[in-house]
Antibody
Framework: EVQLVESGGALVQPGGSLRLSCAAS????????MSWVRQAPGKGLEWVSA????????FHADSVKGRFTISRDNSKNTLFVQMNSLRAEDTAVYYC???????????????WGQGTMVTVSS | QSALTQPASVSGSPGQSITISCTGT?????????VSWYQQHPGKAPKLMIY???NRPSGVSNRFSGSKSGNTASLTISGLQAEDEADYYC??????????FGTGTKVTVL
């Protein structure tokens, strides 16, 4: 079964840091680009970051550029996002998502994890 | 990057057809075929319903269809059923090598 399981969400103070993980199973992880998408409480979806299958290309939304870094460990089938200088507006459920096609540079997201909650508050 | 514009809510009776619009710009919806639609039930992860404007993933009902004209994409749900009641989001790849989602539409089955 193709599955994504996020972890690492927590309550953190403004200005703090957090690293989220996403464990993948059931598919050849390094063949697919991956993304992080977040959803603030009661709000819509917001794309955060994307990374190619090899990890050689990364992309970030303007709202997190310079503060968040997406990475992956293909030997462990795991996706990460390192979040620094966290702000109240980063409070959200964070989902990891898999792209539909192998080695696609631009693609939709067909498999999503269950999400992990990040709360930024003092 | 501003969110794509969707109507806040759309409703219909069982068996009817409804259409949700998604308006962007030539830098996103109008410039690429990489437009997708997601269904999200309360407390659940999003589910891919349509990709590349009008393609359905395996397992998605053929009651769901997509189209695009200029800077506006559309999702049509025909034969509306109670289980279709959910939030729907469009998404597009952009000229900045990023993705943008729509504002979301709540579908109510009357």
């Amino acid at each position: 079964e193709v599955q994504l399981v996020e972890s690492g969400g927590a309550l953190v103070q403004p200005g703090g840091s957090l690293r989220l993980s996403c464990a993948a199973s059931g598919f050849t992880f390094n063949n697919y680009g991956m993304s992080w998408v977040r959803q603030a409480p009661g709000k819509g979806l917001e794309w955060v970051s994307a990374i190619s299958g090899s990890g050689g290309s990364t992309f970030h939304a303007d709202s997190v550029k310079g503060r968040f870094t997406i990475s992956r460990d293909n030997s462990k089938n795991t996706l990460f996002v390192q979040m620094n200088s966290l702000r109240a507006e980063d409070t959200a459920v964070y989902y990891c998502a898999k792209q539909v096609r192998i080695a696609a540079h631009r693609d939709a997201f067909d498999i999503w994890g269950q999400g992990t909650m990040v709360t930024v508050s003092s | 990057q501003s969110a794509l514009t969707q109507p806040a809510s759309v409703s219909g009776s069982p068996g009817q057809s409804i259409t949700i619009s998604c308006t962007g710009t030539s830098s996103d919806v109008g410039g690429y075929v990489y437009v997708s639609w997601y269904q999200q039930h309360p407390g659940k992860a999003p589910k891919l319903m349509i990709y590349d404007v009008n393609n359905r993933p395996s397992g998605v009902s053929n009651r769901f269809s997509g189209s695009k004209s200029g800077n506006t994409a559309s999702l049509t749900i025909s034969g509306l059923q109670a289980e279709d009641e959910a939030d729907y989001y469009c998404s597009s790849y952009t000229s900045s090598s990023t993705y943008v989602f729509g504002t979301g539409t709540k579908v109510t089955v009357l």
